[in-house]
Nanobody, 120 residues
Framework: QVQLVESGGGLVQAGMSLRLSCVASGRTFSSYAMGWFRQAPGKEREFVAQISWSGGLYYADSVKGRFTISRDNAKNTVYLQMNSLKPEDTAVYYC??????????????WGQGTQVTVSS
């Protein structure tokens, strides 16, 4: 089992950047596919980005070219660098871990979420 703790959310203006971090517990972090999902008010949770244990990268079309997911296995941490933020990126962002890689679909383990608000 793995526990996930996100940080790095906040309030920014459109066009600015934020970096989210997610620290995972346990000694098997490198064997998990990691991902970020988000949920805006009144909407369903949606896929943002994933990174496989071997470093394969996958993005939602809405964030491709603006967001970058990365991982540091030595620190048990996955990051989401968000550039050129738009008001429609406003959401609670959740870290996710999966023993398998199902592109665009979440695994069983979730963090508590971190709020990102982008003002116009």
């Amino acid at each position: 089992q793995v526990q996930l703790v996100e940080s790095g959310g906040g309030l920014v203006q459109a066009g600015m950047s934020l970096r989210l971090s997610c620290v995972a517990s346990g000694r098997t972090f490198s064997s998990y596919a990691m991902g970020w999902f988000r949920q805006a008010p009144g909407k369903e949770r949606e896929f943002v980005a994933q990174i496989s244990w071997s470093g394969g990268l996958y993005y939602a079309d809405s964030v491709k070219g603006r967001f970058t997911i990365s991982r540091d296995n030595a620190k048990n941490t996955v990051y989401l660098q968000m550039n050129s933020l738009k008001p429609e990126d406003t959401a609670v962002y959740y870290c996710n871990a999966d023993r398998r890689l199902r592109i665009g679909a979440p695994g069983d383990y979730w963090g508590q979420g971190t709020q990102v608000t982008v003002s116009s």
